[in-house]
């Protein structure tokens, strides 16, 4: 049966469908392969020609430049590093090559693609936490392309270099396969691994290349400089084939339009799922947790038939590499009809393309949601769907498709020089090698700078040297911006799910907490505050926590204030104040509230970045009274913080606010919006640099939004301290058209 836009015709018409568009097919642009590429490796390969982004990011490599290539899905990105690469080995086996992925599994994937390849004289092996002991030293001794992890390389690799060194004195390429998802903490602090990294290779004699891909985003130069600390040549112009492909936004119909409250995102998709492989059509539905995949999955077994029931599967992180391999395969021989995944799985599935993708609310970038529809198009023709769930971001969207269409994807933020994840790698640094000014060029000068204030470092006439006890890169992971951090651990099997920073660690896993990991719920049964241990249980009830928490917050230093929008806006460093003092579960099903619980807990505070404004009177005039007031600052800062993500990568997790009807420092009403991690990464520095695109978008919304009074999809937030308490949509949207007026009539 030929796949056409007749196969789901009718799915496309009707008030749930918000917006339909067909982005036409684009025919490859193709090169030659390279005269001088081994004839062993040009043998090997099962093609006569690559696709000219492939043929240039080979050129660019060639000539020994660093390279950045950022296509999109299914673009043939792994040949366009590969082939560098493999040539190099081909023509001389003793260089080395260090494959980077952020997870195992696309390690794995990785390691899979180039046993199938042949090419000659490659030795690949993977090198991370489950390789046994025996094997280390034989992958060391023997392997030329060795994959690993960021974590591995902080841990297992750069403390003990000097079992490395034949490895580091021919590494000739560092290749960094999915750039973009360093970003935000753990990119600042992938990016000083990297730093370490670069430094080591030079002290045994090498200057290795970085050869880096990323999906599409906004500044890819700019990741591969704030990452590497290199120039990189960027390679973005994707001259891969895209079948024609239909985008269909559909939203879930809305039941009450005063409370804003819409049928189930869940259920909606079900349906669409069920029509779609009922239809011999071969769907991948992208869900946010594992419950919402599994629920999704069943739904849809009960809408189908017997013998297509049984072409369906959920796909998850928690499987193994051998289940997951089976799934895969039974997918891309066409088997298996429709598999409900979680968003964690996006990055790297080995299933080719299907006929139709299908992503359950907004994934939190717009990489990520063309990721996810990038898998959308197998044949002459693709369905990518987004089901909007009730968020406010993902409303906003609905309303204004050109807004997520036409909308250049963000850009990739870090800050490498944070202090709270710099000097951990400072003191790794030193305990690897001397550190003195000639690591300026890879470390930074920042990294000097802080390495005169640590206490455990000593200055000798080779430079600063650790004088500490153990060593300091086991002191400390990647994945949070301070040592001083909670482990999540499940009960029965003693096993460490994760790690919460402190500051969070009250809000999101206090004792009766439902906390989410890997899209799977687990209760906090206890939090122990003297071990640091949270200990969990799997969960499957109906209900979700949000905690109450006292907040205050305390300008610590102003780094720079500009006239925007008609009022002074200001970027700086502030401390933030915390205290837990109760929290309530919400039904699933209604987001009804069943009980509030207190709770007693230490305050917590950090330092961090922020941005804050003090609107002038007459930006008030009429909302000056209590508790408008209030409410009118407390809404339009929720607001903000849910548009947000749209400048910067970022998810509105990561964002935190405050806003006070006279705020002891400006002696005025205020409004702060700060990064939720220690020291800041960035992200609301990008804010104030697009804060008048950020506020225009934002009054936009609220304009949009049916509802009467704020709902999730405007005003209302999932992690609101004061439960969404004092919310004032009207007042909102007037003070951010005020401001919009004011940067118009400026401009």
């Known amino acids: 049966m030929a796949v056409g836009a007749a196969t789901w015709d009718d799915l496309l018409e009707g008030e749930h469908a918000a917006h339909v568009e067909t982005v036409p097919a684009a025919e490859p642009r193709l090169a030659t392969l390279p005269d001088e590429l081994h004839p062993g490796l040009r043998e090997a390969l099962p093609f006569p020609t690559l696709y000219a982004h492939q043929r240039e990011a080979f050129d660019v490599a060639a000539r020994g430049e660093h390279l950045i290539l950022a296509t999109g899905t299914a673009s043939g990105k792994s040949l366009g590093f590969n082939l ?64 690993t992890n960021p974590d591995m390389l902080h841990v297992g690799v750069l403390p003990h270099h000097d079992r490395w060194a034949d490895v580091l004195h021919n590494l000739r390429y560092i290749v960094v396969d999915e750039a973009h998802i360093y970003r935000g903490v753990f990119g600042s602090h992938v990016s000083n691994v990297l730093r370490r990294l670069r430094r080591l290779a030079q002290v045994y004699g090498a ?50 339009a005063d409370l804003g409250l819409r049928a189930s995102a869940l259920g909606d998709a079900s349906r669409l799922m069920a029509e779609l492989v009922s239809r011999g ?43 997951r391999r089976d799934i895969e395969q039974r997918l891309v021989e066409g088997q298996l009809l429709g598999v409900a995944a979680t968003d964690a799985l996006e990055l790297g599935i080995d299933i080719g393309l299907l006929d139709c993708a299908i992503s359950v609310g907004f994934p939190g970038t717009v990489a990520s949601l063309r990721q996810q529809w ?47 994840v710099l000097d951990g790698h400072v003191k790794a640094a030193a305990f690897e090698a001397p550190v003195d000014d000639d690591d300026r060029a890879t470390l ?40 001083d951090t909670f482990a999540v651990v499940e009960a029965p099997s003693g096993t460490v799910l994760g790690i919460v920073e402190r500051e969070r660690a009250y809000s999101t896993v206090h004792e009766g907490a439902v906390y989410l990991h890997l899209g799977e719920s687990y209760l906090v049964r206890e939090l122990d505050l003297q071990s640091r241990t949270a200990l969990v249980t799997p969960y499957r009830g109906d209900y979700y926590t949000q905690a109450k928490k006292d907040s205050n917050t305390a300008i610590e230093e102003t780094l720079r204030t500009e006239r925007r ?14 205290r837990v003092v109760a929290y309530q579960k919400k039904s699933i099903r209604d987001q009804s ?10 305050e917590t505070s950090f330092e961090t970045e922020a941005i804050w ?56 009403p205020t409004v702060f919006i700060y990064d939720g991690h220690s020291g800041g990464v960035g992200i609301t520095e990008r804010g104030f640099n697009a804060f008048e695109g950020w506020v225009e978008d934002t009054a936009r919304m609220l304009e949009g939004c049916p509802c009467t009074d704020g709902c999730p999809s405007c005003v209302q937030s999932p992690k609101c301290g004061n439960l969404n308490e004092m919310l004032d949509k009207d007042g909102a949207l007037t003070l951010l058209r005020r401001m919009v007026a004011a940067s118009t009539s400026a401009s």
């Open 444 to 483: 930074g000068d920042e990294a000097l700078e802080r390495a005169a204030l640590l206490p455990e470092l000593q200055l000798t006439k080779n430079g600063y040297v650790w004088a500490g006890r153990d060593y300091p890169a086991g002191q400390f992971g990647l994945r949070s911006t301070t040592p």
């Open 281 to 323: 059509l071969r769907t991948i539905c992208f869900a946010k947790s594992r419950k919402a995949a599994e629920l999704i999955h069943k739904f849809t077994v009960e809408r189908v038939n017997a013998e297509t029931a049984k072409r369906l599967a959920p796909y998850r992180a928690g499987y193994t590499p051998a289940q």
């Open 207 to 256: 200057e290795p290349q970085f050869l880096m891909a990323s999906a599409t985003i906004a500044n890819p130069g700019e990741l591969a400089r704030d990452l590497a600390g290199v120039e990189a040549a960027v390679v973005d112009d994707d001259a891969a084939p895209r079948a024609e492909r239909t985008i269909l936004l559909w939203n879930p119909e809305l039941l009450d």
């Open 374 to 420: 990038g898998r959308a198009g197998r044949r002459e023709h693709g369905l990518a769907v987004l089901v909007a769930s009730e968020d406010a971001l993902d409303q906003y969207f609905v309303r204004e498709p050109e807004t997520l269409l036409q909308r250049r994807v963000e850009a990739a933020i870090l800050d490498h020089a944070n202090p709270r």
């Open 593 to 602: 509230t069943l009980e509030t619980v207190d709770l007693d807990l230490p």
């Open 84 to 147: 560098p690469v493999l040539d190099t080995i081909a023509h001389e086996p003793k260089n080395r090559a260090l494959y980077l992925y952020p997870t195992k599994a696309l390690a794995q994937d990785q390691a899979r693609a180039l046993a199938e390849l042949h090419a000659p004289n490659v030795r690949a092996a993977i090198y991370d936490g489950d390789t046994p002991s025996e094997r280390r030293w034989q992958i060391r001794k023997w392997a030329n392309v060795i994959l």
């Open 565 to 578: 929008c008609g009022l002074d806006l200001h970027f700086g460093r502030i401390s933030v104040t915390e």
């Open 613 to 668: 404004y003090v609107p002038e009177p007459e930006q008030l005039a009429g909302l000056e009274k209590m508790p408008k007031l209030l409410g009118t600052l407390h809404a339009a800062e929720h607001a903000m913080i849910a548009l947000l993500p749209l400048w910067a990568m970022c998810d509105r997790w990561d964002i935190g606010g405050l806003s006070t009807n006279i705020h002891f420092q400006t002696d005025a």
